[in-house]
């Protein structure tokens, strides 16, 4: 056998990894020096690395993905069978876990009716903005192909899923963008641009407004929102916000795209973070945690309204939907991400993440109360993160430093815990947790202890 999973020299495998491997998002300058991290084991919230120590893993897999925590026996022996039975077939044709999981993903989603399947975030995100252009060719002479994306907001890493992003320093130095994609103003009222208003949901919303009507509302087909921004800061859109958004798509004829790669499948404590605002969406992009990285998947979920858009054109040659993804047709997500799903059901995980997660909260702003440097705690279920200012009054953020020397501090402490990242400039200040749908409050106690003890360190009061 030429790999086992646990059989392996470590030294080997990390000498390895610092010679050929470009981790992401990664400065590799520190590694002439450093040895990088290799992450060899996980059990639990916990990982191992090759020298042997232990992280309780605030972040699930770094980035919010391994939802039902590591170590789940039963995926990898369902993926197994699955594998030997059939692994792969294009998904021109069906398959028996795609079929399977689709109808039970559409139970969990009123109102959404057909399942695309893809392999990652910025995939599905690009079938969506694809459906989106060929039905304003369809029904609008190419027209309404505009698509709205909201600052602070991120859809995923391709040229196109990030022409659709509101990190201005996560798209440096990689356009030019694709043309046809539109910023509305973020909806973080903590950073209100408008001073203190007392309707500042409605306000935000109206902004998305003002821009169709700027942009023209016969151009524009569809807004794609997170429905609780992750990367960009934890923002939970404010009271009033969401009605509003949806009474201006349906003004406009305008689509309603909610990426729930981040939020889906449990994190807020709903199935999807949209279910909490009352939003009926026309399509829904999840992956992350569909089957919590024990296999790639990814879903670009519609409406039947959508889907028969392509459907019932009499262009029967053109009319359909011409896309591809090869490895939409593996057959491991679909097997994985229907025991994630079981496990979820049958721990009763949307219920922890709940109770969890207020707990979370709670110690957060115990935190805050201790900490001046704290201005604020955000997040819904297991999903938090805080900003970290230099002065509350001013809310001037701290340096991006500081969030990078709590993780550090962390990190040696056994937490890894997570960060705004080269976002943009100014905002790089907030420190972000996502722990595994499965924490318990001891788990949730150690995270909060170690930075507790990290700010005690580094961010004393005055
Ligand atoms: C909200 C959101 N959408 C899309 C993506 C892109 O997903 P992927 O990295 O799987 O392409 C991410 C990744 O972090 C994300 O946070």
């Given at each position: 056998m030429t790999f086992n999973a646990n059989e392996f020299d470590a030294k080997e495998v990390v000498g390895n990894d610092r010679k050929h491997v470009w981790h992401h998002?990664?400065?590799?300058?520190p590694f002439e020096e450093n040895d990088p991290m290799v992450i060899v084991k996980g059990e639990g919230m916990r990982v191992w690395d090759a020298k042997g120590n232990e992280y309780l893993d605030a972040v699930s897999g770094a980035v919010w993905t391994v939802n039902v925590g590591y170590g789940r026996t039963e995926i990898a022996d369902a993926v197994r069978d699955q594998l030997v039975t059939m692994n792969y077939f294009a998904q021109t044709a069906g398959n028996v876990p795609a079929a399977q999981f689709a109808e039970r993903l559409i139970e969990k989603m009123p109102g959404m009716s057909r399942v695309y399947y893809s392999n990652s975030g910025s995939e599905a995100n690009e079938k969506a903005f694809k459906i989106v252009r060929q039905i304003a060719e369809k029904k609008y002479g190419g027209k309404k192909h505009k698509i709205l994306f909201r600052e602070r907001d991120y859809h995923g890493t391709t040229i196109t899923a990030l022409s659709a992003t509101g990190q201005y320093e996560r798209k440096n130095?990689?356009?030019?963008f694709t043309p046809g994609f539109v910023e509305v103003p973020h909806c973080c009222e903590y950073r209100?641009?408008?001073?203190?208003?007392?309707?500042y949901g409605i306000r935000a919303a109206n902004e998305i407004e003002r821009v169709i009507l700027e942009e023209g509302p016969d151009t524009v087909g569809a807004l794609c929102l997170e429905p609780i921004t992750a990367g960009g800061g934890v923002i939970e859109p404010p009271q009033g916000y969401w009605d509003r958004v949806q009474e201006i798509c349906k003004k406009y004829d305008i689509l309603l795209h909610i990426d729930?790669?981040?939020?889906?499948?449990?994190?807020?404590?709903?199935?999807?973070?949209?279910q909490h605002y009352g939003i009926k969406p026309d399509m829904v992009t999840m992956a992350k945690g569909v089957a919590s990285g024990y296999a790639a998947i990814s879903c670009t979920v519609t409406t039947e309204e959508v889907f028969a858009a392509f459907k019932e054109d009499d262009d029967a040659r053109m009319g359909y939907f011409r896309d591809i993804s090869t490895?939409?047709?593996?057959t491991a997500g679909p097997a994985a991400a229907l025991v994630n799903m079981d496990i979820i059901e049958r721990e009763g995980l949307l219920d922890n993440v709940v109770e969890q997660g207020e707990y979370l909260r709670g110690r957060l702003n115990q935190l805050m109360e201790k900490y001046d440097v704290i201005g604020d705690v955000r997040g819904k279920g297991l999903f938090a993160g805080f900003e970290l200012v230099k002065d509350r009054e001013t809310k001037e953020p701290v340096d991006e430093s500081l969030p990078i020397q709590i993780g550090a501090h962390c990190m040696q402490n056994g937490v890894i815990i997570g960060r705004t990242n080269r976002s943009f400039k100014e905002y790089n200040n907030t420190v972000c947790l996502s722990p595994a749908l499965i924490a318990t409050q001891a788990d949730i106690d150690k995270i909060v202890d170690a930075i507790d003890n990290a700010l005690a360190e580094l961010a004393p009061n005055a």
């Amino acid at each position: 056998m030429t790999f086992n999973a646990n059989e392996f020299d470590a030294k080997e495998v990390v000498g390895n990894d610092r010679k050929h491997v470009w981790h992401h998002i990664t400065q590799h300058k520190p590694f002439e020096e450093n040895d990088p991290m290799v992450i060899v084991k996980g059990e639990g919230m916990r990982v191992w690395d090759a020298k042997g120590n232990e992280y309780l893993d605030a972040v699930s897999g770094a980035v919010w993905t391994v939802n039902v925590g590591y170590g789940r026996t039963e995926i990898a022996d369902a993926v197994r069978d699955q594998l030997v039975t059939m692994n792969y077939f294009a998904q021109t044709a069906g398959n028996v876990p795609a079929a399977q999981f689709a109808e039970r993903l559409i139970e969990k989603m009123p109102g959404m009716s057909r399942v695309y399947y893809s392999n990652s975030g910025s995939e599905a995100n690009e079938k969506a903005f694809k459906i989106v252009r060929q039905i304003a060719e369809k029904k609008y002479g190419g027209k309404k192909h505009k698509i709205l994306f909201r600052e602070r907001d991120y859809h995923g890493t391709t040229i196109t899923a990030l022409s659709a992003t509101g990190q201005y320093e996560r798209k440096n130095q990689y356009g030019p963008f694709t043309p046809g994609f539109v910023e509305v103003p973020h909806c973080c009222e903590y950073r209100s641009q408008w001073g203190d208003v007392e309707d500042y949901g409605i306000r935000a919303a109206n902004e998305i407004e003002r821009v169709i009507l700027e942009e023209g509302p016969d151009t524009v087909g569809a807004l794609c929102l997170e429905p609780i921004t992750a990367g960009g800061g934890v923002i939970e859109p404010p009271q009033g916000y969401w009605d509003r958004v949806q009474e201006i798509c349906k003004k406009y004829d305008i689509l309603l795209h909610i990426d729930e790669v981040v939020c889906g499948l449990g994190r807020t404590g709903k199935w999807f973070g949209y279910q909490h605002y009352g939003i009926k969406p026309d399509m829904v992009t999840m992956a992350k945690g569909v089957a919590s990285g024990y296999a790639a998947i990814s879903c670009t979920v519609t409406t039947e309204e959508v889907f028969a858009a392509f459907k019932e054109d009499d262009d029967a040659r053109m009319g359909y939907f011409r896309d591809i993804s090869t490895f939409g047709g593996c057959t491991a997500g679909p097997a994985a991400a229907l025991v994630n799903m079981d496990i979820i059901e049958r721990e009763g995980l949307l219920d922890n993440v709940v109770e969890q997660g207020e707990y979370l909260r709670g110690r957060l702003n115990q935190l805050m109360e201790k900490y001046d440097v704290i201005g604020d705690v955000r997040g819904k279920g297991l999903f938090a993160g805080f900003e970290l200012v230099k002065d509350r009054e001013t809310k001037e953020p701290v340096d991006e430093s500081l969030p990078i020397q709590i993780g550090a501090h962390c990190m040696q402490n056994g937490v890894i815990i997570g960060r705004t990242n080269r976002s943009f400039k100014e905002y790089n200040n907030t420190v972000c947790l996502s722990p595994a749908l499965i924490a318990t409050q001891a788990d949730i106690d150690k995270i909060v202890d170690a930075i507790d003890n990290a700010l005690a360190e580094l961010a004393p009061n005055a």
